[in-house]
């Protein structure tokens, strides 16, 4: 759909519906030009090498943490979420930031493999080239350390980027770029675009190399659609509904504590807070009783008033009214708060017990603060409700002895054992899911080679006496390379 140029969008704090700034809605050629300059940057970029890359990311790194501050206020501004949590996603981003810089060079130098005994001549070595320019489209929930991920690999690996962030957090997305552009060697190494779902739109059509897309499994599907026309790799990192499976030896304090932090920080609106608990029958009642205990304690309410803050999205608080109606509606019990815990734009903490799982609240991703526990006969039980999800992001197993037994089982793409979100902040970890969360990885070794492509060189060190591949290619050549693949039974290496 074309875009009219200079089309206006304002931005909102979600507490107050307050307007904090005006952006423009960038056109497809807009989006165009951004991406040609960009195109032209990649090639001095990758010039700069590993080195050069890596001063430029640590002087970003410092300065993140320097105005961390600021930035924590712009973004407890725009998402509503309590300051303290925005400075740690900030303090959280800049460590991605250090460790991409640091590690790019090791990870991704050429490597050299055996060529084999038919190939001894050869010298066989594999480069990762960066692809050019990466389209990074980002979500509002953690509108900070969620490009990041994908930001700060793509430009460790050589790649120059273009970055629309979401439009219920458009001021951060510009912070980003202008602090990285306040020690660049040069201009359009990363550049923010700002507008609405048109102009994420037009990134897919304007011949970028490769795009990172972080939101919706709905909008995942649209990206990759649309990229797979010009056969644009993606990847996708998208929603969750992660289970925690709760054993009869666990450590009962320790789980509801991380659990309820899980559903609840951020308003619940973490991609991979929890969103439903298989707890054994045995401890059910125990674990219960301590998440109402737990939820009493913890109130929605503005920055500075609230253990988290308002739902930043509208439109989710009708996904949340409905998820918990029609749980009720279902069979399901509220244990604590209810349907009244929504009150726009805050919704107080609910936990739900027993609901069916063809409830819509237990297969649909719910984004709010509100955590369902089921009974479990068994871990066998647990484990097969926890696989039979759309979803496979992340989830929590607590056990004193089975941890890792049951973890092997999960089909998701990151397990936290007596632990929650910990693969999300340890760098060198990859960082993604699989089935409806998504593919592909951001984040550690697999997120630097991500924004790279494989390219095999093989050259020649010496010349054989036979000629193998060409139609010289002698009788008694053939027989003695097939008697040698015999005598080594194919294994040539
Ligand atoms: P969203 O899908 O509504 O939007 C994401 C981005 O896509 C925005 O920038 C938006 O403008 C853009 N967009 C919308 N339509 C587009 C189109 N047709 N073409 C191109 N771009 C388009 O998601 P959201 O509401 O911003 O984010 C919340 C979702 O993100 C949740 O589902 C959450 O679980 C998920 N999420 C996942 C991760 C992860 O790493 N797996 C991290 C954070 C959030």
Redesign the pocket.
Known sequence: MAIKRSSLFNSHNPVNGEVIGTYPIMSESEVGEVVSRARETSAKWQKIGFNGRKQVLLAWSSLILNRIDQIGELISHETGKPLSDARLEVGMAANHISWAARHAESILRTSYRRPGLLMANMAATVERSPFGVIGV??????PFF?PI?SISYALAAGNTVVF?????APGVGMWLQESFNENAPFADIFTTIT???????A??ESGIDKIS????????K??AA?CAKHMIPVVL????KDPVIVAADADLARAVDATMWSAMANAGQS??GAERVYVDEKVADEFIARAIELAATIRAGAPGNGNYGPAT?PSQIKVIQTHIKEAIADGGICVYGGPDSVVAPFVQPVVLIDVPENSAAMRE?T?GPIIIINRVATMREAIDLSNASAYG?GASVWSRRKGKKIASQLQCGMVAINSTFAFATIASLP???VKD??SGR?HGPEGLLEYTFARTVVRTRFYLPFKLLSFKRRQKDDALIIKLIKLLKGRLG
């Open positions: 489209i980002g979500p509002w929930n953690y969620t991920g629309k962030p979401s439009e219920y507008g609405l779902a048109q102009t994420g739109s990134v897919c897309f972080t939101g919706s499994t709905r909008t995942a649209l990206v649309q990192e998208c929603g969750g991609c991979i999205l991703e984004f992001l960082f993604g899911g969360s998504g951001v």
